[in-house]
């Protein structure tokens, strides 16, 4: 999560979050440790590599609020998977296999290995091994194209968090990868309406908070993120990328969601 003091400020300005505790799925080296425990947050870390993992534990031992789980994430319990392996440090490993055309936005990053391993659902683990989530109310996501079985996987425990942070794929950069309007179409389902979006190539990233939406809310977001991903497809969104306009658009969204850019 870039910007993870100005990300939980807004949160607590703008929607009166005050974020206690993160449940961060998709840990890797836990570079965000020294931001939350700034922050004052209870954190459970969770990675899906053992190899990582064997990484994070020591890169978190310095902060005691902090614990670090070794589990590969799905909406399925015991099913064998080939996870695929990438060459920067484990940052765009994933269970699914890369979509080369896409993948290559990467800047040279390549899939180096395979590991044969086992899924399990969170709300299992958790049960399993004891872990208590008390504390944590923001989820924070990146699990490079799997985030919906992730989430899932959670069962009814995502009703006690009161936002959630999302990588998007815009493009697949993964074969079978969430679509944004999948996620979010599962989120409102929830009761989470979007906060934050943020649309590039090929992933961006969204924002949802717990709220008791009315219906039309959530048809805005239906057709809206449709559409968004419609213009993405057609390549408008490409076209601004080394625009003059696209600063201001974005100082402008900034401004419109009272957040510091």
């Known amino acids: 999560m870039a910007d993870c003091k ?26 965000e440790a020294a931001e939350y425990d700034a ?7 969770i990675e899906g590599d053992p190899e990582v993992f064997e990484r994070l534990r020591p ?24 996870f695929h392996v990438a060459s920067n440090c484990g940052g765009s490993s994933s269970i699914l296999p890369p979509n080369a055309g896409v993948f290559a936005a990467f800047g040279g990053v390549q899939m180096v290995a395979t590991r044969e391993l086992a899924t399990s659902r969170l ?9 208590s989530l008390d504390g944590c109310n923001l989820i924070n996501i990146d699990v490079q194209g799997f985030e919906l079985p992730a989430l899932r996987g959670l069962g009814d ?4 968090f009161d936002a959630i942070i999302a990588e998007l794929n815009w493009a697949a950069a993964y074969q079978g990868a969430t679509r944004p309007h999948a996620m979010e179409s599962y989120l409102a389902a929830r009761g989470f309406r979007r906060a934050w979006l943020s649309v590039a190539y090929p992933q961006g990233e969204g924002i949802w908070v717990k709220d008791a939406m009315k219906p039309w809310i959530r048809v805005y977001m239906t057709v809206s993120m449709r559409l968004i991903e ?19 658009l974005r100082r402008m969204y900034y401004h419109l969601k009272k957040r510091q850019s």
Do not use: E, M
């Not at 419609?230 to 306009?245: D, P």
């Open 6 to 31: 100005k990300i939980l400020g807004w949160l607590r300005g703008k929607y009166g979050i005050a974020v206690s505790g993160v449940l961060h799925i998709g840990a890797n080296a836990g570079q």
């Open 230 to 248: 419609t213009a993405f497809a057609l390549g408008l969104f490409r076209l601004l990328q080394g625009s003059k306009l696209r600063p201001l």
């Open 39 to 45: 922050a004052g947050c209870k954190v459970i870390w």
């Open 157 to 160: 425990q995502i009703d006690g």
């Open 59 to 82: 890169a978190i031992a310095d902060y005691p609020a902090q614990q670090a789980y070794c589990c590969l994430c799905s909406d399925l319990d015991d099913q064998p998977v080939t």
């Open 123 to 131: 709300d299992s683990y958790f049960a399993k091994h004891g872990v």
